[in-house]
């Protein structure tokens, strides 16, 4: 099974600043599918990046991700006060099920 | 738009059997365009996928819970439907489910959920 590494746990920045979240994996995430998810209380999870670096439809261009193999990382360019929320990774490189990374929560500092 | 809803008992005895629908709005479950799936959280961890059910009623589970889980499709009310046996304490969870895209030999990546809605285990 491919385990997803989330870090840091919590990121406290303020509005304006630049984020970086990173996900690694134990192995090898196949074609770099590679997923990316916003999570608030209450609400349904959104998706924001899918094939490791394509923004899903209506995600604005300040979410941004990168990296392939083992490595991957999401950047929100300058935090807008929506965006603090817990923010996940997916694997789905194996036709028998995907996995998900246990999360960074993005917080106001 | 396409709208993912969650209805089910927030409470299930040991033992006994989770049953969850989820009635989708805005796509058609019939058109075989997507995969249909479940994914659970427990309270202060990550999401689980349990599994994904596709039009033709075709499933594919997790694993892990391959034993007790049944997904299942009608296209007459665009529902879809989860049932986990023999629970207990540990499938404590918020419940989604999500349409699901399948990446050419891959797995699955999520782009609609529902809200999600909490199942505690309980006597």
């Known amino acids: 099974e491919t385990v997803l590494t989330q870090s840091p746990g919590t990121l406290s920045l303020s509005p304006g600043e630049r984020a970086t979240l990173s996900c690694r994996a134990n192995q090898r995430v196949s074609s770099n599918y590679l997923a990316w998810y916003q999570q608030k209380p209450g609400q349904a999870p959104r998706l924001l990046i899918y094939?490791?670096?394509s923004r899903a439809t209506g995600i604005p261009d300040r979410f941004s991700g990168s990296g392939s193999g083992t490595d991957f990382t999401l950047t929100i360019s300058r935090l807008e006060p929506e965006d603090f929320a817990v923010y996940c990774c997916?694997?789905?490189?194996?036709?028998?099920?995907?996995?998900f990374g246990g999360g960074t929560k993005v917080e106001l500092k | 738009q396409v709208q993912l809803h969650e209805s089910g008992p927030g409470l299930v005895k040991p033992s006994q059997t989770l049953s969850l629908t989820c009635t989708v709005s805005g796509d058609s479950i019939s058109s075989g365009n997507y995969y249909w799936s479940w994914i659970r959280q427990p309270a202060g961890k990550g999401l689980e996928w349990l599994g994904r059910?596709?039009?033709?009623?075709?499933?594919t589970y997790n694993s892990s819970l391959k034993s007790r889980v049944t997904m299942s499709v009608d296209t007459s009310t665009n529902q879809f439907s989860l049932r986990l046996n023999s629970v207990t304490a540990a499938d404590t969870a918020v419940y989604y489910c999500?349409?699901?895209?399948?990446?050419?030999?891959?797995?699955?990546?999520?782009?609609?959920w529902g809200q999600g809605t909490l199942v505690t285990v309980s006597s």
């Open positions: 997916q694997q789905y490189g194996s036709s028998s099920g995907v996995t």
């Open positions: 999500a349409r699901s895209r399948r990446a050419v030999a891959g797995g699955y990546y999520f782009d609609y």
């Open positions: 094939d490791a670096s």
């Open positions: 059910v596709f039009n033709t009623g075709s499933t």
